[in-house]
């Protein structure tokens, strides 16, 4: 397995050196290298080289590319404009950069691994035990998935954390009420029911509810049920389990029709830090970090005031003993930081907790938990909004259940499959539309940029045409079509061919994966790995209707060299698309 430089790097290196000996005077020179119209690239840096060396661009330029050795990548140079650089690359460059690409791992493309990376702890897909999933937990999953796939590609050590919901005063209602109805938390469907089990729950939840704020004395034997939990009580600790218990089969069977992996070790809920309460207090007002104000233990800070002016606290403790969200989420940090040895601490959190994360990074700054070999990132998303605009609900008003979202994507998915299917079985086009559908909602939530908002348009998702997962996925399959009805032609590398324009953008457009992965796993973007492989889809296209590949009349060492270009943009396409958690099927 070895890394293989882009052109665009091999490229950058060339020119940084051919500025260095011409223009030693100039100190360290970045060349400002981009794709161009005009031709494959453009180095842009020699203009404001020229106004710091008082000279004429144009001629400074002139020096650069003398000194730039013959026998590389480049094709040809031309000086334009004030001192700009033309640059077209051979066709040979391409190829043999491509081949190499090729040669490498099949699953890595020649796509560098940082062995040296840190260990980042990634906090994402966060449901609350005994509630029903909505759409609001679907952008925290499927983006911390992403994120998942991408940082280990990339050489990152990955832990995940799922920090559920499961403590709290509510507990002490449902515990108290399944005491007196023991058979509440019962269903009809099996062991791994995840529906029979939310069902349940969910009659359970309204019933105690409605006791609770209807019967003072239920109200008041909840309360001390909260107090029994707390204390670590045998009994009402074995039915807290029962929740918890109960939840998980739910929560995943939803993480299995969107196709991620949640292992059991890695839910780390609120309650697996109860035991570091007390001493995170502690350590925070005996190192004068937070200190009492009106009974409560408060962190202030500057910038942070509410609409009186009056400073708004972080509240680690309350005034009455109980411990807020604060104080969990900093014991978390404690203990991803100095158990997990995390290096990068990663929230993918809705953006509307930006001001609670911004106040709990700070509070840990300053108690030393983070520093300038450890970092934390929120990691913002926007909300899911309805077509009309609004925040996504059911025509009653209601928040729309995960669950039937991602049944309902399935199905217009299959309507899909179903037109396009030819040789398919009724299982196969199952399989097919559960890969489309699921598919569809990551991908459009993967391809906005986290931190905006999006609109949820189902039919906008499963069309064939647009930016679509289900465009790049038939643009793959088609692919791997070509790759089929090949016989014994074999796909193989022909250095030695002019390529055809929309042969030399697909190649270059090839050569970039590695660099747009590495960008997207430094910048947490993962929108910006989607839009590459849109462009790669949409530059495939033009390749396929402008390039036969098996046509009689098309020569066979030109048809090995496109058999050749189709197949790695299959493989490109596919390794892309599962570093976004979505599936490629063979056919479609």
Known sequence: MASVNSLASTLQQQLADALTAALPDAGTADPLLRRSDRADFQANGILALAKKLKGNPRELASQVTAAIPAGGPIEEIEVSGPGFLNITLSDRAIVETLAARAADDEDRLGVPCNSAAGTTVIDYAQPNVAKEMHVGHLRSAVIGDAMVQILEFTGETVVRRHHIGDWGTQFGMLIQYLIEHPDELSHEGGAEDGEAAMSSLNRLYKASRALFDSDEEFKARSRDRVVALQAGDGETLALWQRFVDESKIYFYSVFDKLDMDIRDADIVGESGYNDMLEETCRILEESGVAVRSEGALCVFFDDVKGPDGNPVPLIVKKSNGGYGYAATDLSAIRDRV?????????????????????????????????NEDVKAVQLAFGTVLGKDGKPFKTREGETVRLQDLLDEAIDRASAVVREKAKDLTEDEIAERAAQVGIGAVKYADLSTSAARDYKFDLDQMVSL??????????????????????????????????????????????????????????AY????????????????????????????????????????????????LHRGMALLGIRTPERL
């Open 465 to 522: 045409t647009g930016d679509t997962s289900v465009y790049i996925q038939y643009a793959h399959a088609r692919s791997r079509s070509i790759k089929r009805k090949a016989g014994e032609l074999s796909p193989r590398p022909h250095p030695e061919l002019e390529l055809a324009p929309a042969e030399r953008a697909l190649g270059l457009h090839l050569d970039e994966f590695g660099e747009v992965v590495s960008e997207v796993a430094a």
């Open 338 to 370: 100095q158990n997990l040895k995390a290096s990068s601490l990663l929230y993918v959190v809705d953006a509307r907790q930006a001001l609670h994360f911004k106040m709990v990074f700070e509070t840990a700054r300053r108690a030393g938990w983070l």
């Open 525 to 572: 973007e993962p929108h910006k790995l989607a839009a590459y492989l849109y462009q790669l889809s949409s530059l495939f296209t033009t390749f396929y209707d402008q390039c036969p590949v098996l046509k009689a009349e098309v020569p066979g060492d030109v048809a090995e060299n496109r058999l050749f270009l189709s197949d790695l943009t299959a493989r490109t």
